[in-house]
């Protein structure tokens, strides 16, 4: 965020958030600092500050003592807010200066917040939170969680906006014309699926594919079978009627983005005999498919299995394959004497099927109406609009060759189409009024919980408990039940994804023959494959679930002695004994130069440039993520690192290189924060492979904080990160947290709300679902104030 934002920001809210009564002794009050600061205050800067920054001196181009009047100083919003985030961040005084006591450091925020940005500890702020659209997640699941339809947004929709690093950010999720124009198309084609307009159909049964295992062989799964072994998977299926049914396999072929020459034969039976087989191999086609007739009788004992047979080999050095089973359906009996609805059916008529008398028409539909508008509209729907949604089912139905589906899909598509549905607003008693702080309802509670958790609406029992206004006093047993809902896997895909751009590995460009010192480009990219990289970021992301749902420190993510892998990714990282391409939980050996966020391949991957690594990006990447402190923007016009390895430096250790490259006054001091470690992980190359050597020259990782703490390697790093800088990695998991939570970036005046979060958890063993739970009961998550007009000048 600028300054000049900040600036504003400071001159306004501070007075927004003073009651009248407070505001008529903001005089006294400021009399009060005034004596504070000169005789409590000014000493401890003057002893810790003025030998840098003040009596003459001016390093930074950073003055404290350049003020005419007491009023004036204690009004320069931007100076203050400067030495309040570096003293926050222990950053000043330097490493080698003299340090204040924490006595005296706790002293000086306290009175930073409480006299300059004129914080209430025991009221924060909850900030302002600007209404927005759901995202392309949060309106894929969505539609998913409200009527069972998997809809491609990616296809429907343009790429959202990100600020802060999130794509929740309110700011930045605005709706166009265009889009909206999107959206109508969205919801009419969604409903169409929705909603039967033809009557009962010939039953479609989906079987559970996750249940399928070898019977000798558990770990044998339909998620991924090898063409190089014979295997054979089984599942049971109940069969309600006796018929003549029509299977259907929906597969896809993964492992290598280039062709190879590897084969198989995939098989489908039941009950020991094969139904139908074919040939697969090297296919890059999104979707597969086979299916045949079978004849079944009703009951429970049917032996359904998918098998393998091996066929040719790859070639040397192509990559070997798989497949992937995506879906398993079921139509029968196809002779007709069984007709129902679709299971998607039951998503707008749970109860039964559409009644044919007219006098029960308006009952069933107003009910089936209310319920499903009280869901898209995460609150129950007012009369009104229910009317409204009532006569436009029944105009629609009362049209030629029109029937009660036809006026129900007409309104669900209203609905679909309505801001009620697209836009995440919150009711406030007194909109206008910034001043105001209120709770938030219940209702609005859920929500903010489910998208938070689930980038969904709320469920029945969210809504249930919002409507008995329960919500608020049972919200860590509803964390607790929504962490366990693999609905969860969403917040940790979509989080992770962006806090350390996870989602970013299958598809950030490496130049993998320059990398990896190959001639030919396909076995480059088949020797680091799709493949890999998505494996990589499961990594990370089974990784931060462990940590979290196991109720984990939440510093084990930077010190584990373990992590998540399947065979390919084991063999990358050369960890022995794994085998098989499911992900699962691996002790590490300390011989494996692994373990932690900043030895996996995601973090070394997004933080490298094509050609080589970064230890300013991976420097940076620490600083702003995991310890909550950015380095401000580069100067303009920096030359590349490049340039200093030229002529008589071209041999030099990158250490040196590095040391040259920031010999600029206006560069050094941020390079002192980022270079050390970023150098400390110079033993992963771009694509996260150890390496003892760079263009020759042995590899210094020796190192040391800008903050005093000095390190050997990465790991020793990471150990530094974890006890020594502890708070500052809480605080900003803290931060990012809340930050994709509340969709707003985080200000000044949330420092109460995060230092209260922090001090929670670490007094309950630091856990990572303490910081959960802190953020779901702090003020910015449960209240609100009117949105106002901040930005007006007048």
């Known amino acids: 965020m600028t300054r000049l934002f900040h600036s504003k920001l400071f001159r306004v809210i501070p007075v927004f958030i003073l009651s009248g009564a407070e505001f008529l002794t903001l005089g006294v009050g400021r009399a009060a600092d005034d004596k504070d600061f000169t005789d409590k205050l000014e000493p401890v800067i003057s002893k810790y500050c003025y030998d840098c920054h003040g009596d003459g001196s001016d390093k930074g181009d950073f003055v404290m003592d350049d003020y005419d009047t007491l009023d004036e100083h204690l009004g320069n919003m931007g100076m203050w807010y400067d030495v309040w985030k570096n003293l926050r961040s222990n950053l000043m005084p330097p490493a080698d200066k003299k340090q204040p006591s924490d006595e005296d450091r706790a002293k000086m925020l306290a009175f930073i917040e409480r006299a300059v940005f004129k914080i209430d500890p025991n009221n924060p702020d909850p900030g302002l939170v600007t209404i927005r659209r759901l995202n392309r997640e949060e309106y894929r699941h969505t539609i998913k969680d409200l009527l069972g339809i998997n809809f491609d947004v990616d296809d429907a929709f343009p790429v959202d906006d990100t600020g802060y690093g999130f794509d929740t950010i309110g700011a930045v999720l605005s709706i166009s014309p265009l889009l909206m124009e999107k959206y109508v198309e969205a919801a009419t084609d969604i409903v169409a699926k929705a909603v039967p307009l033809n009557g009962p159909q010939i039953p479609t049964h989906w079987f559970d594919a996750k249940s399928f295992r070898g019977k000798d062989k558990p770990n044998h799964k339909l998620d991924w079978i090898p063409l190089e072994s014979n295997r054979k998977i089984y599942g049971k299926r109940w069969v309600n009627y006796d018929g003549e049914y029509l299977v259907r396999v929906d597969f896809k072929i993964s492992g290598s983005a280039a062709a190879t020459n590897q084969s198989g034969t995939l098989k489908f039976g039941v009950d020991g005999k094969d139904l139908i087989s074919r040939k697969v191999g090297w296919d890059n086609t999104k979707s597969l498919s086979f299916q045949t007739k079978v004849k079944l009788k009703k009951g429970n004992g049917h032996d359904f299995y998918i098998s393998m047979e091996a066929g040719d080999p790859p070639n040397k050095g192509e990559n070997k394959i798989a497949v992937q089973i995506r879906s398993i359906r079921m139509t029968g009996p196809l002779d007709g004497s069984v007709k129902t609805y679709p299971h998607e059916f039951r998503y707008v008529f749970p109860d039964k099927s559409p009644p044919q008398k007219a006098q029960e028409k308006d009952v069933y539909r107003e009910k089936v109406?209310?319920?499903?508008?009280?869901?898209?509209?995460?609150?129950?729907?007012?009369?009104?609009?229910?009317?409204?949604?009532?006569?436009?089912?029944?105009?629609?139905?009362?049209?030629?060759?029109?029937?009660?589906?036809?006026?129900?899909?007409?309104?669900?598509?209203?609905?679909?189409?309505?801001?009620?549905?697209?836009?995440?607003?919150?009711?406030?008693?007194?909109?206008?009024?910034?001043?105001?702080?209120?709770?938030?309802?219940?209702?609005?509670?859920?929500?903010?919980?489910?998208?938070?958790?689930?980038?969904?609406?709320?469920?029945?029992?969210?809504?249930?408990?919002?409507?008995e206004g329960k919500l608020r006093k049972n919200i860590r047993k509803q964390v607790d039940r929504m962490l366990k809902d693999a609905k969860s896997e969403r917040f940790v895909k979509n989080f992770v994804g962006q806090w350390l751009q996870a989602r970013d590995v299958p598809t950030i460009h490496i130049d993998v023959r320059r990398v990896l010192k190959k001639k030919d480009l396909a076995e480059a990219l088949r020797t680091f494959s799709v493949p890999l990289r998505k494996s990589m970021q499961q990594e990370t992301e089974k990784f931060f679930a462990h940590v979290l749902k196991k109720n984990r420190p939440a510093t084990e993510l930077l010190t584990a002695n373990y992590t998540f892998l399947d065979e390919r990714l084991a063999k990358w990282y050369g960890v022995d004994g794994v085998k098989g391409g499911h992900m699962r939980k691996v002790d590490l050996?300390?011989?494996?130069?692994?373990?932690?966020?900043?030895?996996?391949?995601?973090?070394?991957?997004?933080?490298?440039?094509?050609?080589?690594?970064?230890?300013?990006?991976?420097?940076?990447?620490?600083?702003?993520?995991?310890?909550?402190?950015?380095?401000?923007?580069?100067?303009?016009?920096?030359?590349?690192?490049?340039?200093?390895?030229?002529?008589?430096?071209?041999?030099?250790?990158?250490?040196?290189?590095?040391?040259?490259?920031?010999?600029?006054?206006?560069?050094?001091?941020?390079?002192?924060?980022?270079?050390?470690?970023?150098?400390?992980?110079?033993?992963?190359?771009?694509?996260?492979?150890?390496?003892?050597?760079?263009?020759?020259?042995?590899?210094?990782?020796?190192?040391?904080?800008?903050?005093?703490?000095?390190?050997?390697?990465?790991?020793?790093?990471?150990?530094?990160?974890?006890?020594?800088?502890?708070?500052?990695?809480?605080?900003?998991?803290?931060?990012?947290?809340?930050?994709?939570?509340?969709?707003?970036?985080?200000?000044?005046?949330?420092?109460?709300?995060?230092?209260?979060?922090?001090?929670?958890?670490?007094?309950?063993?630091?856990?990572?679902?303490?910081?959960?739970?802190?953020?779901?009961?702090?003020?910015?998550?449960?209240?609100?104030?009117?949105?106002?007009?901040?930005?007006?000048?007048?």
């Open 589 to 794: 050996p300390a011989s494996a130069g692994r373990g932690g966020l900043l030895r996996q391949g995601t973090f070394l991957v997004v933080t490298s440039n094509p050609t080589r690594t970064s230890p300013v990006k991976r420097g940076l990447f620490v600083l702003e993520n995991l310890l909550a402190t950015p380095a401000p923007p580069a100067v303009p016009d920096v030359p590349p690192l490049e340039d200093s390895q030229k002529g008589k430096n071209k041999n030099l250790p990158l250490k040196e290189i590095l040391r040259l490259h920031s010999l600029d006054p206006l560069c050094a001091s941020c390079h002192a924060k980022m270079d050390p470690i970023g150098l400390a992980l110079e033993n992963y190359n771009p694509v996260g492979l150890w390496r003892e050597k760079y263009r020759g020259q042995a590899i210094e990782t020796e190192g040391q904080l800008i903050t005093g703490e000095k390190f050997k390697n990465a790991a020793e790093l990471s150990q530094v990160l974890a006890k020594s800088r502890y708070r500052d990695f809480h605080r900003a998991l803290t931060e990012k947290l809340m930050t994709y939570a509340l969709g707003r970036g985080m200000e000044y005046y949330d420092a109460p709300s995060i230092d209260k979060i922090i001090k929670n958890m670490e007094s309950r063993g630091a856990k990572l679902k303490e910081i959960l739970y802190g953020i779901v009961e702090s003020a910015p998550f449960q209240k609100r104030r009117g949105d106002g007009d901040l930005f007006d000048d007048k």
């Open 369 to 467: 109406l209310r319920r499903f508008a009280s869901k898209a509209f995460r609150r129950p729907v007012d009369q009104a609009t229910l009317d409204r949604l009532v006569k436009l089912s029944r105009a629609v139905e009362s049209q030629p060759g029109m029937r009660l589906e036809h006026g129900i899909a007409q309104a669900l598509t209203a609905i679909l189409a309505s801001p009620r549905f697209l836009m995440r607003a919150e009711i406030q008693p007194e909109p206008n009024d910034s001043g105001k702080i209120v709770s938030l309802d219940e209702y609005a509670l859920a929500s903010r919980l489910s998208y938070f958790l689930w980038s969904s609406c709320p469920d029945d029992e969210l809504l249930r408990l919002a409507g």
